[in-house]
């Protein structure tokens, strides 16, 4: 059987930490034949605070909050003792995103497209953004939460996007993070 990749919900500003406590503890407790790739997948983009003239980066966490883990289940679809107790034990780990109380894989679409970003992002490359202007979204995360409106640019060099939001009766843009919208 194959192995599968799996999304762990974990404390937010800890995937790092949480990334690097599994990789030891696979190494520790010899569950590498189970266990295999820990990824938090994280972009280097141009910082939104340089200046003209200046080229500063910064690494940007592509999903907050989460880490795959790509391992293989047993036959009846159940993870070891072992290899649940160990990533269930680490300090700042959730829980697995699943259907029916068991782990529910990723589609290997989605799989592509995450580990397609991983790749670019080691490149040094932009990061696609699937925005154009005039799409409707809808704001899942900051301050402006579950506010709706229009895309009306798109920054790739800089990974952001300008929404028209009504504020208050009135259009007001923002600039967000393409991960902080959604299509509506």
């Known amino acids: 059987m194959s192995k599968q990749w799996y999304v762990l919900r974990v404390a937010s500003n800890r995937e790092e930490q949480v990334r690097e406590a599994l990789d030891r503890k696979v190494k520790i407790e010899g569950l590498q034949e189970k266990v295999g790739r820990i990824l938090v997948p994280t972009e280097r983009r141009p910082s939104p605070r340089s200046r003209k003239g200046e080229k500063k980066f910064v690494e940007r966490k592509m999903y907050p909050g989460y880490v795959f883990v790509e391992m293989e289940l047993g036959e009846d679809g159940a993870m070891g003792e072992d290899a649940w107790f160990m990533i269930k034990e680490t300090t700042g780990v959730g829980d697995f995103i699943s259907s029916g109380g068991k782990p529910s894989p990723m589609s290997p679409g989605d799989v592509e497209k995450m580990l397609l970003q991983v790749e670019k992002a080691k490149d040094g490359g932009q990061v696609s953004v699937d925005f154009e202007k005039g799409d409707m979204v809808k704001i899942k995360e900051g301050a402006f939460e579950n506010f709706e409106g229009a895309v009306d640019e798109v920054l ?29």
Not at 157 to 163: A, C, D, N, W
């Open 156 to 184: 790739p060099e800089k990974g952001l996007i300008r929404v028209v939001v009504t504020i208050f009766g009135r259009a007001t843009p923002v600039e967000l993070e393409y991960w902080q919208v959604e299509k509506a």
